[in-house]
């Protein structure tokens, strides 16, 4: 493969650009389910149930995506899974638009498209591996970060403008958007795998193999760890920003401005994410961002939701730079032949945790003072930096030089 800039990486181009369109229409679904719920019922509960269900496929399918990833053709199961929400989120439109949606078919689409997503994100790392050269992969990683950025800034309001306009409009839009995404992948002309042997090896070996790899991989393991718990905090706060700027007698557009200034910082990491790769080594790039996360600490000298989004920007600055590197450098280094298997288990790892962020937030938020909620997120990230910068394989992160020595 020539080493061409990215930006003039045809294959690159096509497969940040259908997941671009693929992600903003995704998110748009997401905001419009629980919407189309409280609509439908007028349960939060219930709508709590949707968003439940999406979340415990993706959990309980990442796994064993991961393996499906490394023993059949990566492109074709990326295809296949988008058909798989098309069918799913199209069955719902159908739905609406003859009247006929009942509760249960929600969370049920939300469960299948869930599925096809755990799917194709299980594939997607080896398509990205394929299509860009190893040493330019942080970057390709950065420009993933600033994808995801521009999905979390515009998918939310479009869904919400779309369902205002009608119910099944932001549906309509996923099934396109995943369309397009389909499109994308037929017009690529890279192989998304190398050439395999065949693997008649039982599901549990499979996944021992690519976990043996992962925590095998002192750099690699210690970064799934405090990455991992890393998502604890982010949901929390990012909940507790909402429920105290409601406290705070904040419009929901106001509070929906604030989550968007963080997402406008995510984006301008992005952007950011190739300077500060020059200017500090691994380390300082992986410790920087565990000790923003203390800044949310200052909401207990001042306890305001201004105060709470002013801190937590600098995390949103350093995340994309973060990411460029940690993930970057594991897609690069994870043979071939497992990588859908790595993604998966380090899938695993974070979506475990995630979950619990806000329901700690919520839980605190209804029984402790605001101070104390959020003094348990800043307790927990102090720890996380401390123990990023005095742990020997942080200290020890290899360099992205390292890369130019790895076949393209």
Known sequence: ???????????????????????????????????????????????????????????????????????????????????????????????????????????LVAFVEGSG???????????????????????????????????????PPLGGALFTLARVLPFLVDVVSYAFSTVSLLAMRTPFQQEREPDRSSLRSRLAEGARFLWGHRFLRTCALLFGLANFIGPGVLLALVVLGERQG???????????????????GSFLSPLVRRLLPVRGVLVLELWTWTGCGLFLIWPDVYVLVAAILPTALAIPSTDSVVHGYRIAMTPDRLIGRVESIWSTTSLLIAPLGPLVAGVLLDNVPARAAVAVFAAFGLVLAVWGTLSPSIRGAPSLEELDGLAV
């Open 250 to 268: 904040l419009s929901g557009g106001r509070v929906g401005l604030l989550l968007a200034v963080f997402g406008a910082c995510l984006l301008l």
């Open 117 to 155: 997503a755990a799917l194709f994100h299980a594939a997607e790392a080896g398509a990205l591996r394929a299509v860009v050269p190893v040493r330019q992969l942080p970057g390709a990683a950065g420009a993933r970060s600033g994808r995801m950025a521009v999905v979390w800034l515009a998918g």
């Open 1 to 107: 493969m020539t080493a061409v800039p990215l930006r003039r990486n045809r294959d690159f181009l096509l497969l940040q650009t259908g997941q671009l369109l693929s992600g903003i229409g995704t998110q748009s679904g997401l905001i419009a389910y629980p919407l189309l719920v409280l609509a439908l019922t007028g349960s939060a509960a219930k709508a709590g149930v949707v968003a439940f269900a999406r979340a415990l496929s993706s959990t309980v399918l990442a796994l064993p995506a991961g393996v499906m990833a490394d023993h059949w053709d990566r492109r074709r199961l990326m295809i296949g899974a988008d058909a798989v929400r098309v069918l799913a989120v199209g069955c719902l439109v159908v739905a609406i638009l003859s009247d006929r949606l009942a509760f249960w078919m929600i969370p």
